[in-house]
């Protein structure tokens, strides 16, 4: 069964950085664009950063120029490397990824999240 497990949250300092994992289990890593999204307490979960199989990556104009999103396909594993942190990153962060069957309906898996908290 699919699998996805979040590490590398914390405690980060305003401007400062973080690098987040996602281990990947269960099918086949290459073949499957990933995502990071989160979710602040009181508001709804958002698209953080989305890495397709091959082309451009996608990012929330809140985190452009400050977040990287990577995969490693050997590893199984993508990354978040967010740089310059600021208090409004505050939030849990989750690592997705959606599969789409014969009949054209998506099945989205999450992993359990991570908590980032950005304070000094």
């Known amino acids: 069964q699919v699998q996805l497990v979040e590490s590398g949250g914390g405690l980060g300092q305003p401007g400062g950085s973080l690098r987040l994992s996602c281990a990947a289990s269960g099918f086949t890593f290459s073949h499957y664009a990933m995502s990071w999204y989160r979710q602040a307490p009181g508001k709804e979960r958002e698209l953080v950063a989305s890495m397709p199989i091959s082309g451009v990556t996608n990012y929330a104009d809140s985190v452009k120029g400050r977040f990287t999103i990577s995969r490693d396909n050997a590893k199984n594993t993508v990354y978040l490397q967010m740089n310059i942190l600021k208090p409004e990153d505050t939030a849990v962060y989750y690592c997705?990824?959606?599969?789409?069957?014969?009949?054209?309906?998506?099945?989205?898996?999450w992993g359990q999240g991570t908590q980032v908290t950005v304070s000094s």
């Open positions: 997705n990824t959606r599969a789409v069957d014969a009949f054209l309906r998506t099945f989205d898996y």
